[in-house]
């Protein structure tokens, strides 16, 4: 069975300062992974994917990731935080193989951006 | 161009009830998904239909929750006997077919059970 695994329910970060949102996962063969962001009362939004080309992936808004098979890691990153910003995370992980299945989903990381 | 839609947005009832929760996904995409989250937790996948036929519905709680997709485009969740433990924002999403796809979520139906 796979899994992911957000580190913090919460982040606090100052506007301008760097942003990393950590996220791990399990699976038992390589797997495609997924970030998306959730504003207050909005639908959640892709922010960017890894499906197995270069590991260092760019996304909307200034936010990349890092896919890094010997740590079981795609950390989401951004260096410099923007107060528009602030939002739920959330890193997810695709079925074995790539299928078209449901993702599997961490709980989340709430971002907070102080002014 | 029109991106996935769910009505209602808001739907409150009673324990015991039975509700429905509609899904209209992007025009062309074969794939559609449900998903329920609960509050403080991350989306829970619930079934995926690839045209008008159910995949996966392996994430279907029990028998009280079904879905249909009956011309391959506009889905319904169909919730028999709610309890207070359905209480969730019902999420749906649709990508364009069989590989992995991005998968383009719905505002979401949240869903109160009183």
């Known amino acids: 069975a796979q899994s992911v695994t957000q580190l913090g329910s919460h982040v606090s970060v100052s506007e301008g300062a760097l942003v990393l949102l950590r996220c791990n996962y399990s699976?038992?063969?390589?797997?495609?992974l997924f970030w998306y962001v959730q504003y207050p009362n909005q639908g959640l939004q892709l922010l960017l994917k890894?499906?197995?080309?270069?590991?260092l992936v760019k996304g909307i808004n200034g936010f990349e990731a890092e896919f890094k098979k010997s740590e079981t890691s795609f950390h989401l990153t951004k260096p410099s935080a923007h107060m528009s910003d602030a939002a739920e995370y959330f890193c997810?992980?695709?079925?074995?193989?790539?299928?078209?299945?449901?993702?599997?989903f961490g709980k989340g990381t709430h971002l907070i951006i102080q002014p | 161009g029109a991106g996935v839609s769910q009505t209602p947005s808001n739907k409150v009832t009673e324990k015991g009830k039975y509700v429905e929760l509609r899904c209209d996904p992007i025009?062309?995409?074969?794939?559609l998904y449900w998903y329920r989250q609960s509050l403080g937790q991350g989306p829970e996948f619930l079934i995926y239909?690839?045209?008008?036929?159910?995949?996966?519905d392996s994430g279907l709680p029990n028998d009280r929750f079904f879905a249909v997709r009956p011309e391959g485009s506009v889905s319904t969740l169909k919730i028999q006997r709610t309890e207070r433990g359905d209480s969730a924002v019902y999420l749906c999403?649709?990508?364009?077919?069989?590989?992995?796809?991005?998968?383009?979520f719905g505002p979401g139906t949240r869903l109160t059970v009183l």
């Open positions: 239909f690839q045209g008008t036929g159910a995949a996966d």
């Open positions: 999403a649709s990508s364009p077919g069989l590989a992995v796809d991005t998968q383009y």
């Open positions: 699976s038992s063969v390589p797997p495609y």
């Open positions: 997810a992980v695709s079925p074995p193989g790539g299928g078209a299945d449901g993702l599997t």
């Open positions: 890894y499906t197995s080309a270069a590991t």
């Open positions: 025009s062309g995409h074969t794939a």
